[in-house]
């Protein structure tokens, strides 16, 4: 009986707490950026655009006995290419990074990587009184 009750209370418990999930903590970039599925909603005029690409070695927990397990980079390695692509785009004087796109291959040995994006310069709003 103290088992049911035991295993009751968990079960219960288990919808009181939400965890933490890394995707929700949002990076702080020198500039705003839009995934290639979002735009500002300010007017903006391009600037450039913008490239960082490269290949990591495979890490150990991807393959096992030369068999892959997991295929691409994690989130950290992601979010530091974004990192160097919003400071490229503020060197250039941007404001926002526009229509980011990332796209990963995996060979025998590594992952490469190539991520995108518009540097882009606000248009100054009118001020009409």
């Keep these: 009986m103290k088992k049911l009750a035991v ?9 009181c707490f939400q965890p933490i999930v890394y995707l929700k903590n949002q990076p702080n970039y020198p500039v705003d950026v839009f995934y290639d599925n979002q735009r500002p909603e300010r007017p903006f005029e391009p600037l450039q655009d913008l490239e960082a690409k490269g290949e990591v070695p495979l890490t150990q927990r991807q393959t096992v006995n030369r068999r892959m397990l997991s295929r691409g980079n994690d989130m950290q390695q992601k979010e530091l290419l974004l990192a160097r692509l919003t400071l490229q785009a503020k060197k250039l004087g941007a404001d926002a990074l526009v229509a980011v796109r990332y796209k990963y291959y995996t060979s025998q040995t590594d992952n490469g990587y190539v991520m995108t994006g518009l540097a882009v310069k606000y ?4 001020q009409t009184q």
């Design 7 to 15: 295993l009751l209370m968990a079960l219960g418990l288990t919808g």
């Design 123 to 126: 248009k100054k709003e009118n």
